[in-house]
């Protein structure tokens, strides 16, 4: 029986980027030490979530890849020998920018990256000003733990790059997510949007008979214009099976390290009970390329 275990860091940031990195290093020696094979890091790890607001002074944040971040983060995966998925602002060239996920391999070296795809462009989520779609398509990882789906947030309530990540033998889906709520929704609110959020992606692991693993940010970050009170981000990071059943969940309010076994052969079996790969109409869908059928 093939099992992995995968360690899950949901923490919280501050303006200080050294700050962040130390204690990042800190929660992945942990986890690494405890014996995870896999490492996976929020969305934007390395400094606040910067697009709650549009100011050309953030694009100083972003860092070409390879540069000093891969450098940081390849050297941490080859200490410990693990697999290690980062999220990071990548500087393509003047004036092109990226949100762009990078996975390590145990001895350091990059194994693969993806650009976020989709690009959202809401209040207090500012990204279509900051990053370029991805031009790298949905094509999965390879590693020495097996082929890794990643994805990046926005992308995670969209099934066709789930659905195209596993055509090609992805084993895990992998989203690291930066989501919260703003203030003013009512309680209700924000538990229908966090409920929505694991909702789909249940639904993924579900119809790809795939492990989904989504890991988001958590605490509070003010909004530095002043326009909404800020972000709370809302964690719940969590594992699910290839049947959507919740393996593992973190908190929503606080910082936590999660290591999970995650069985790598359990698709196989769901896939034999329920073969929705076998039963695909592909020659009807090719609407599915239209943006809208009126």
């Not at 055509?167 to 690291?176: K, M």
């Not at 009512?186 to 579900?206: C, F, I, K, L, S």
């Not at 693993?213 to 964690?235: C, H, K, L, Y």
Request: proline share 5%.
């Amino acid at each position: 029986m093939r099992k992995i275990k995968v360690g899950l860091v949901q923490q919280s940031c501050t303006g200080h980027i050294e700050e962040n990195l130390r204690k990042l290093h800190h929660n992945i020696s942990v986890l690494a030490e405890h014996g995870a094979q896999l490492v996976i890091l929020q969305e934007l790890h390395n400094s606040l979530y910067f697009c709650q607001v549009e100011s050309t002074e953030n694009f100083n944040l972003a860092e070409p890849i390879p540069g000093p971040s891969t450098r940081f983060y390849g050297e941490i995966a080859r200490q410990y020998g693990i697999v290690l998925v980062t999220s990071l602002f990548e500087k393509r060239a003047a004036g092109l920018y990226h949100n762009t996920a990078v996975v390590f391999e145990k001895d350091g070296s990059i194994a693969g990256k993806y650009r976020k795809m989709h690009i959202p462009d809401d209040p207090a989520y500012y990204e279509k000003f900051y990053f370029t779609p991805g031009d790298l398509g949905f094509h999965p990882i390879q590693t020495s733990v097996g082929k890794l789906g990643v994805q990046v947030c926005w992308d995670q309530w969209y099934p066709e790059g789930a659905r195209l990540m596993a055509l090609q033998g992805a084993e895990l889906l992998i989203y690291p997510t930066a989501i919260g709520f703003e203030s003013s929704d009512t309680p209700e609110e924000q538990n229908r949007q966090r409920e929505a959020w694991v909702t789909v992606q249940r639904g993924h692991a579900v119809a790809n008979g795939l492990p989904v693993i989504a890991v988001n940010r958590v605490g509070w970050e003010p909004d530095p214009s002043g326009q909404t009170n800020g972000i709370q981000f809302w964690g719940n990071s969590f594992v699910a099976g290839p049947q959507g059943e919740l393996i593992a969940q973190a908190p929503t309010d606080r910082e936590i390290n999660l290591l999970v076994e995650v069985d790598m052969e359990r698709s196989e079996n769901v896939r034999r009970w329920w073969p929705f790969l076998r039963d695909r109409r592909i020659e009807e869908f090719g609407d599915l390329k239209r943006r809208f059928i009126d």
